[in-house]
């Protein structure tokens, strides 16, 4: 399955773009290829930085959905029609859609006593019945957002890969959140799309749900996000790749992504991390997070580079002057170290952003102050460029440098294993 990346907000100036994308990460922390398919992404653009949606096809008769890609759920969910704790439009300029379980005639509440049901009780959420019909309750790891509603099934329109690099559509019954209830961000109009679609471990992801339909024959999916933020894909399934690609293991016993970091360095100068650092990957934020130690060294040891170098205070970025060259060439490169041996290098233009003329950001931020209090946390902008591969089944995960650019869906498809 394809998500297809698009993008808006080009007209915001940078400043008013990064702040905006600031805001939006406070809001996440107030609220919380067998590839068989293909599904359409969209990408709200910001500099260098996106926020990942995808164009979901639901009912008959059919209706489009845009939920922000998120891989700290598991459960998709979308705003319900009639809710009270709603947000009924959003600062993204597009309109926003509810979900009405009766437009569809096959949509329906999921039954007390479906397997489904039983499955919230097992994936950190609350569940309950009423009228027998199943409820669901979820929180959201950063910060307490919480959405709540009903359990309801309808027909989610596929592409599935049929051979020769071709796609074809097909439909397929999809159980997700129909959320009347939302509170602490998830009922403000900054930054809502029409709900989110949950990619993290468990039986209830998409993922999970086009295994368990046959759809998707291998527990993997992928994304390649294009530099830039101009868009990319998104695939279901197994991609085949000509040369194997290394893995770092998944650390276990968590629905969300989480890797460690055994090695850390900046401009090839080593600094010391925690033994058994974790590392959350998470591309539904904009902006890579640090532990305060290692935030406060990367600082450091820029302005050693550059004595002249004056950084501001944090609001929310450090800022300075820089006029002597190209940003690019002259910073140092950040280098994360994986158990594995699996490395991720970030170049000064993936956190390094121009604000106005000659004035230049760090967008790295403290992750003093997040829930996941000194915590790395590597999210889209950090990823861009290259070819993630999510294995599920396999509890790793892996990447590779890939022309996110100027392959398009049947590129992608071409590398698809059946």
Same mark, same amino acid.
């Given at each position: 399955?394809?998500?297809?990346?698009?993008?808006?907000?080009?007209?915001?100036?940078?400043?008013?773009?990064?702040?905006?994308?600031?805001?939006?990460?406070?809001?996440?922390? !107030?609220?919380?290829?067998?590839?068989?398919? !293909?599904?359409?992404?969209?990408?709200?653009?910001?500099?260098?930085?996106?926020?990942?949606?995808?164009?979901?096809?639901?009912?008959?008769?059919?209706k489009t959905f845009y939920p922000l890609i998120d891989p700290t759920i598991s459960l998709t969910w979308l705003y319900c029609n009639g809710c009270q704790l709603c947000p009924t439009k959003s600062?993204?300029?597009?309109?926003?859609?509810h979900y009405e379980v009766s437009n569809s005639i096959k949509g329906k509440n999921v039954a007390c006593d479906d397997k489904m049901c039983s499955m919230i009780d097992k994936n950190s959420m609350?569940?309950?019945?009423?009228?027998?019909?199943?409820?669901?309750?979820?929180?959201?790891?950063?910060?307490?957002?919480?959405?709540?509603?009903?359990?309801?099934?309808?027909?989610?329109?596929?592409?599935?890969?049929?051979?020769?690099?071709?796609?074809?559509?097909?439909?397929?019954? =999809?159980?997700?959140?129909?959320?009347?209830?939302?509170?602490?961000?998830?009922?403000?109009?900054?930054?809502?799309?029409?709900?989110?679609?949950?990619?993290?471990?468990?039986?209830?992801?998409?993922?999970?749900?086009?295994?368990?339909?046959?759809?998707? %024959?291998?527990?993997?999916?992928?994304? &390649?996000?294009?530099?830039?933020?101009?868009?990319?894909?998104?695939?279901?399934?197994?991609?085949?790749?000509?040369?194997?690609? %290394?893995?770092?293991?998944?650390?276990?016993?968590?629905?969300?992504?989480?890797?460690?970091?055994?090695?850390?360095?900046?401009?090839?100068?080593?600094?010391?991390?925690?033994?058994?650092?974790?590392?959350?990957?998470?591309?539904?934020?904009?902006?890579?997070?640090?532990?305060?130690?290692?935030?406060?060294?990367?600082?450091?040891?820029?302005?050693?580079? =550059?004595?002249?170098?004056?950084?501001?205070?944090?609001?929310?970025?450090?800022? =300075?002057?820089?006029?002597?060259?190209?940003?690019?060439?002259?910073?140092?490169?950040?280098?994360?170290?994986?158990?594995?041996?699996?490395?991720?290098?970030?170049?000064?233009?993936?956190?390094i952003f121009e604000r106005s003329a000659d004035e230049w950001c760090l967008a790295i931020i403290n992750s003093n102050k997040k829930t996941l209090k000194n915590y790395f946390i590597i999210t889209?902008?950090?990823?861009?460029?290259?070819?993630?591969?999510?294995?599920?089944?396999?509890?790793?995960?892996?990447?590779?440098?890939?022309? &996110?650019? &100027?392959?398009?869906?049947?590129?992608?498809?071409?590398?698809?294993?059946?």
């Open positions: 399955m394809i998500l297809e990346l698009k993008n808006k907000f080009e007209n915001l100036s940078p400043e008013e773009m990064m702040i905006a994308r600031w805001k939006h990460e406070q809001r996440k922390d !107030d609220r919380r290829l067998l590839s068989a398919i !293909d599904v359409n992404m969209g990408a709200e653009l910001y500099p260098g930085l996106a926020i990942f949606f995808a164009k979901m096809v639901l009912g008959n008769p059919a600062s993204l300029k597009f309109k926003l859609n609350e569940q309950e019945c009423s009228d027998n019909i199943c409820k669901y309750s979820m929180e959201y790891v950063f910060g307490g957002a919480m959405t709540a509603g009903n359990v309801v099934s309808d027909t989610l329109l596929i592409n599935t890969v049929t051979g020769n690099n071709q796609t074809s559509p097909v439909f397929t019954d =999809f159980v997700f959140g129909c959320g009347f209830d939302q509170y602490n961000g998830l009922e403000n109009s900054d930054w809502a799309f029409d709900g989110s679609l949950g990619v993290g471990m468990s039986n209830l992801s998409m993922l999970s749900q086009l295994i368990a339909s046959k759809h998707v %024959k291998k527990n993997t999916w992928s994304h &390649c996000f294009k530099r830039e933020s101009k868009g990319g894909t998104m695939a279901f399934g197994e991609v085949e790749m000509q040369k194997e690609m %290394k893995m770092t293991p998944l650390v276990p016993d968590s629905e969300m992504y989480k890797v460690t970091v055994v090695n850390f360095s900046i401009g090839g100068k080593p600094i010391a991390v925690d033994d058994e650092q974790e590392t959350l990957i998470d591309i539904s934020s904009a902006y890579n997070y640090f532990p305060d130690t290692i935030y406060t060294a990367i600082l450091t040891e820029i302005q050693n580079a =550059f004595q002249n170098l004056k950084f501001t205070q944090p609001d929310p970025f450090s800022c =300075f002057l820089y006029n002597n060259g190209r940003i690019d060439d002259d910073f140092p490169v950040i280098t994360y170290t994986f158990k594995g041996g699996v490395e991720l290098k970030l170049s000064p233009n993936q956190y889209e902008s950090a990823l861009m460029g290259r070819l993630v591969v999510y294995n599920v089944g396999k509890k790793k995960i892996g990447w590779t440098d890939y022309d &996110c650019e &100027c392959h398009e869906q049947s590129r992608l498809i071409s590398h698809m294993k059946y």
